[in-house]
């Protein structure tokens, strides 16, 4: 089945605690992004790769890291947590930016 | 830069009644413009976009948008509401030769039976 997968589903951290959010598609999709959801604020692009190794901004990459080292993945890396990235975190992927982007079933992130 | 707004934060219609969700953004160039839907908690499927061409495109679910450049408008519209539309919709305008994607702020459809 054709699906964007992430882990964990469900996460609560204290503040500077290191995590990672693991995002994994296997439609063989190029690009790929993460994004996060806040209520009233809609859905605000992190980082975007359109490629393997090729990772940039969106608009609001403070506080976060990504790499794309092989193209199935693209883990999201908050390296001191804040509890103002506590939030609702989604990966997407797509054959290029101009087609369908397939969301991943989100990331409930809860930092203390 | 790009931007999106969508003016309308909840529209209540009843159930049958026809629907229109408003959609401007602002690009100094012909955007890719795109719908998506999100049913509550769940992620978000895409309804219809628009990259070139026709104006007027249609989507999966009976929706259609019209583009309309002079009014940097990309509004949604279906003629018959169904209860299960229930949902918030949100726009999203791309920038050509980027991976940029700036969503709207979303607009919460409720349907009254």
């Known amino acids: 089945e054709a699906q964007v997968t992430q882990n964990p589903r469900y996460l609560i951290t204290v503040t500077g605690k290191k995590l990672t959010v693991t995002c994994s598609q296997n439609?063989?999709?190029?690009?790929m992004s993460w994004y996060r959801q806040d209520p009233g604020l809609g859905l605000r692009q992190i980082y975007y790769s359109m490629n393997v190794e090729v990772t940039d901004k969106g608009d609001v990459p403070e506080g976060y890291k990504v790499s794309r080292k092989e193209k199935r993945n693209f883990p999201l890396i908050l390296e001191s947590p804040s509890p103002n990235q506590t939030s609702l975190y989604f990966c997407a992927s797509s054959r290029n930016l101009y087609n369908e982007q397939f969301f991943g079933p989100g990331t409930r992130l809860t930092v203390l | 830069a790009q931007s999106v707004t969508q003016p309308d934060i909840h529209i209540t219609v009843s159930e049958g009644a026809s629907l229109e969700l408003r959609c401007n953004y602002s690009y100094g160039a012909t955007p890719y413009l795109f719908w998506y839907v999100q049913s509550p908690g769940q992620g978000l499927q895409l309804l219809l976009k628009y990259f070139s061409g026709d104006t007027l495109v249609q989507g999966i679910k009976g929706f259609e948008a019209e583009f309309k450049r002079s009014q940097s408008s990309f509004n949604l519209r279906k003629p018959s509401v169904h209860w299960s539309d229930a949902a918030e919709y949100f726009c999203a305008v791309g920038a050509r030769n980027t991976g940029k994607l700036i969503f709207g702020q979303g607009t919460t459809l409720q349907v009254k039976p």
């Open positions: 439609m063989n999709h190029e690009y």
